[in-house]
């Protein structure tokens, strides 16, 4: 008996929601659910439950689907095509209010407080921010030292690591004390680019519907919107890029290559790096003036790499030397010329031929892939560039994400924390791009679409419900560990960051230690002692927290 493409679909979702939960289970049983390795500890928190409700989603959704009118599926996905202005603005409004609500307004870990830091400095009008240079050991841990910061400790001067486009984005929201609104614009910025996308690519009055409720129901892009990553900056760049270069007008390949130098420099060049490649090399390929093409995409690039990338390395470079030696003309000249070389040195470092222990943390990267969509999305959107050999635009999406998806094998860590597989979300628009052009094909049997619609709205419901509980509770969780201050007082927290679980986290300050509480690393109970007597003579211990402290000063001092 031949098996048939829709009963290899049931078997392969299922499949892959049963390998969720099952991975997440050994993983746990392996290294345990208390591990310190982040990756690890969120994959088995969160895809255990994930992969067990993606299972009951998937078969419930399977069951369901013959049971909804196909009559009903097209018109809730034709009215979602036309008023996708709306939706934008609705999830606009809720983004924001969960931003506020399950994210706390603040980042979480590191690679969110970065671009914010940063974002604050720029705020003030400076480029690098200033700490008193003999509490830098208490005021940055030293993981992050060099790995995520630059500092002079001659001079207290501090810039982000990363390169600074997404703390320029964040600029103008940081001025005006609306942060966290940043992400959930861009995130209802990429519907509108999805909808017009996925109108350009299939011209089906349905295909807009689709690729917006695949997005509005799949975790990876929600959770991701009301977050302080910069991978939602990424999506959106990305997105801009495809629907500016696919018409090949001088202003529009100018428009592109200034938009991919911006995606560029959001905070390493990888992530649009690996997403761009493909459509280059279509761009080269085309049948006339593509020297024309080629030079003008390039001259949109290179002023931003330029004076934000490459400049940017030379002011961290510039920090790091202060107080060392005074650099001389000469010497500043051969620094900007020695940066290609610099820049391939970086390269050389960050790409390394993959180990056995990061191909299986890729694997399990791959799967939050699935996890994290509506359930069988990934495996609609294989079918859907199976089936798309002549439609270029979403011939370049699959590739795109192919690529990524390769190119982090050789990038020797793991994205560490983070909501769905991060390092994936710079190409997470090919899902619901692919997967719509693959439901309204022509001649295209109606169950795919009932069964679509039926586990896509499970998954909204349900799915994505469990990832902003999980979301809530594992940052309210982590930020139960911080010591009880009061955050309209003037106080001092000691924080020790060798217990508990990622306790540095909690050592974010003002780049100018301008904010009423100021986190400090505890170095114990006597040198803590000694730190505040030298410089907050007048704090008074308010109490111990187990290897905490917290210190109150009076009003008005420094």
């Not at 983004?95 to 720029?122: C, W």
């Not at 959770?223 to 302080?228: E, Q």
């Not at 970086?346 to 359930?375: G, M, T």
């Not at 795919?448 to 419901?461: D, G, I, V």
């Amino acid at each position: 008996m031949q098996i048939t493409r829709r009963e290899k679909y049931q078997f392969a979702t299922l499949a892959s929601c049963v390998l969720i939960a099952a991975w997440a289970y050994y993983v746990r049983s392996i290294v345990g659910p208390t591990t310190q390795h982040s990756f690890l500890r969120m994959f088995i928190l969160f895809e255990w439950p994930g992969g067990l409700l993606a299972t009951a989603m998937a078969i419930f959704g399977l069951w369901l689907a013959t049971r909804i009118p196909i009559a009903h599926v097209d018109k809730v996905t034709a009215f979602v095509g036309t008023r996708y202005l709306s939706i934008a603005f609705a999830t606009l409004a809720f983004l924001s209010a969960n931003a506020l609500l399950i994210y706390h307004n603040r980042p979480f870990v590191i690679d969110e407080y970065m671009p914010y830091f940063q974002a604050q400095i720029f705020a003030q009008g400076r480029l690098w921010g200033r700490f008193p240079p003999e509490m830098i050991p208490w005021l940055v841990p030293a993981a992050y030292d060099v790995g995520f910061m630059n500092i002079s400790h001659q001079t207290g001067k501090i810039v982000s690591y990363y390169w600074p486009g997404f703390a320029l984005l964040l600029t103008p929201f940081m001025k005006l004390g609306v942060p966290w609104l940043l992400n959930p614009l861009l995130a209802s910025g990429s519907l509108l680019l999805l909808a017009k996308l996925a109108k350009k690519i299939n011209p089906e009055p349905q295909a807009a519907g689709w690729a917006i409720l695949f997005a509005l129901a799949s975790p990876a892009f929600m959770v991701n919107g009301i977050s302080y990553f910069s991978m939602n900056a990424h999506l959106f760049m990305n997105l801009l890029y495809a629907v500016l270069i696919l018409e090949l007008t001088p202003l529009r390949l100018i428009g592109a290559g200034m938009v991919g130098s911006i995606a560029l420099i959001l905070h390493n060049p990888l992530p649009h790096m690996l997403f761009a490649v493909p459509w280059i090399f279509w761009l080269v390929r085309q049948p006339h003036q593509r020297t024309r093409n080629l030079a003008l995409l390039l001259l949109g690039y290179l002023p931003l790499i330029i004076l934000l990338g490459f400049g940017w390395e030379w002011l961290r470079g510039e920090i790091l030397r202060e107080g060392i030696a005074a650099p001389s003309l000469a010497t500043t000249g051969k620094q900007w010329l020695a940066l290609p070389q610099t820049a391939l040195q970086i390269a050389h470092s960050v790409f390394q031929p993959p180990s056995f222990n990061l191909l299986l943390i890729r694997l399990l990267d791959w799967l939050k892939v699935f996890a994290w969509a509506v359930p069988g999305l990934p495996i609609l959107a294989m079918l859907g560039f199976a089936a798309a050999k002549e439609n270029k635009p979403l011939r370049l999406w699959g590739w795109s994400a192919l690529l990524t998806l390769a190119g982090y094998l050789f990038v020797p860590c793991s994205q560490g924390h983070g909501w769905g597989s991060r390092y994936f979300h710079s190409a997470w628009a090919a899902l619901p791009l692919l997967s719509t052009a693959f439901l309204v094909a022509p001649n295209r049997n109606p169950w795919w679409r009932q069964m679509a619609m039926t586990t896509l709205l499970l998954s909204l419901l349900f799915g994505t419900g469990l990832r902003f509980y999980q979301t809530e509770h594992f940052i309210g969780n982590h930020r139960k560990q911080a010591p009880p201050y009061d955050p309209n007082q003037r106080e001092i927290c000691f924080i020790n960051t060798e217990d508990g679980y990622y306790k540095r986290n909690f050592v974010q300050n003002d780049p100018f230690l301008a904010n009423n509480v100021l986190f400090f690393i505890s170095h114990g109970r006597a040198k803590d002692e000694q730190f505040v007597k030298r410089l907050f003579p007048a704090a008074s211990l308010q109490g111990y927290y187990g290897n905490d402290s917290v210190w109150r000063l009076p009003p008005h001092s420094s």
